[in-house]
């Protein structure tokens, strides 16, 4: 048997994390990611290969909850210096231990381009006619994908269920998620990783084109911190940097190396996130894996290596040894 033949054994993906019940570990499920809670001041994110768009499960893709745990790693490194975040550890290719913080309710986003299919993205918003964002005019005329005069800052409200609402400057500080002042550095900081952000990603041929951040409190300290993920193909839009200009002026669709790869064939289908959504056939997700991995190898110059063998007795392997260190430390 060629090495090529074994190559292509089936890709298994990882639906969900299981633990034994003896670990003791509470766990709350996200749409992708399922958390277990270590005591008062430690989570385990552990990042599933669960796909969502339009707020539900969509699709499974193989290796993406890998890619999305080691691609966040790497980019929390990068972005220290900025501002503290909450990884301490990543103790399986799938599960970083993290500081648990007091969620602060917004998402961050932060917007270079005009673009998007779903009904809070900005170019389905402009097409709607609404030309504020933010403190930001936009003249009329943008083309799809057109890169925006200024960078956007458009803070949305993460709510506990159904969807995230977009909420001016004046009503998120009214509703008292945060003072004005905390909502300033949120800002700034926001602005600084985005620019960070688009920097690293030029370097590596790829355009970071928007983002979503979030933020906690440190449960000591207060302080502000990174939480959650950072600059991952989930929760940033990508496209390939020299065929930009082309697609742009001819009108076609970008190049793209994030989860809108998914979200866009939805779309095609005639999905508008209600009901049940089409199954993503084979090619798609064959394809949208291959375009996660571009993305990690890209950025971070270095090979990805796929976890093999059985993902859920490693994971728990992995989360059983790690709690016996860290209670024998
Ligand atoms: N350091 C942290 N402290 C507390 N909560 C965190 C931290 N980092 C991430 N989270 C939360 O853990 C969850 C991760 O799960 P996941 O990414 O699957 O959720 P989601 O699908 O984005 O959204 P939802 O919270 O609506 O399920 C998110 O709710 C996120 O806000
Ligand atoms: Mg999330």
């Given at each position: 048997m060629s090495n090529e033949f074994v190559n292509q054994a089936p890709l298994i993906p990882l639906q969900s994390i299981e633990l034994p019940d003896e670990l003791g570990l509470k766990k709350e499920q996200g749409k992708v990611r399922d958390v277990f809670i270590v005591g008062e001041d430690i989570i385990l994110l552990g990042a599933t290969d669960r796909l969502s768009a339009f707020d539900r499960q969509v699709g499974l893709v193989p290796n993406r909850g890998q890619i999305l745990t080691e691609l966040s790693a790497w980019w929390f490194e990068k972005t220290k210096d900025i501002i503290p975040n909450h990884?301490?550890?990543?103790?399986d290719p799938n599960v970083m231990a993290v500081k648990k913080c007091e969620r602060i309710g917004l998402e961050m986003i932060v917007r270079?381009?005009?673009?998007?299919?779903?009904?809070?993205s900005n170019w389905k918003r402009y097409q709607d006619g609404?030309?504020?964002f933010g403190l930001v005019t936009l003249p009329d005329g943008m083309k799809k994908n057109e890169i925006l005069p200024y960078i956007i800052v458009d803070p949305t409200t993460k709510a506990a269920v159904g969807h995230d609402e977009n909420m001016s400057q004046e009503e998120i500080i009214n509703s008292g998620i945060v003072s004005s002042s905390e909502y300033d550095r949120l800002v700034g900081i926001s602005r600084a990783l985005f620019a960070r952000g688009r920097r690293i990603a030029d370097e590596a041929g790829?355009?970071?084109v928007d983002t979503k951040y979030e933020f906690g409190r440190?449960?000591?300290?207060n302080e502000l911190v990174l939480i959650?993920?950072?600059?991952?193909p989930d929760s940033s839009r990508y496209w390939k940097k020299d065929t930009y200009d082309e697609r742009l002026r001819n009108g076609q669709e970008q190049d793209i190396y994030d989860k809108e790869f998914v979200r866009l064939w939805l779309v095609y289908q005639?999905?508008?996130?209600?009901?049940p959504s089409p199954v993503i056939p084979d090619d798609i997700v064959t394809e949208a894996r291959a375009r996660y991995i571009y993305t990690y190898e890209q950025l971070t110059r270095s090979k990805f290596a796929p976890a093999l063998g059985d993902r859920k007795q490693e994971i728990a392997a992995n989360i059983r040894s790690w709690l016996a260190n860290k209670h024998g430390r």
């Open positions: 990884m301490l550890e990543v103790i270079a381009h005009l673009t998007g299919s779903t009904s809070t609404i030309r504020q790829l355009i970071l440190d449960l000591e300290t959650d993920e950072v600059h991952t005639g999905y508008k996130g209600e009901g």
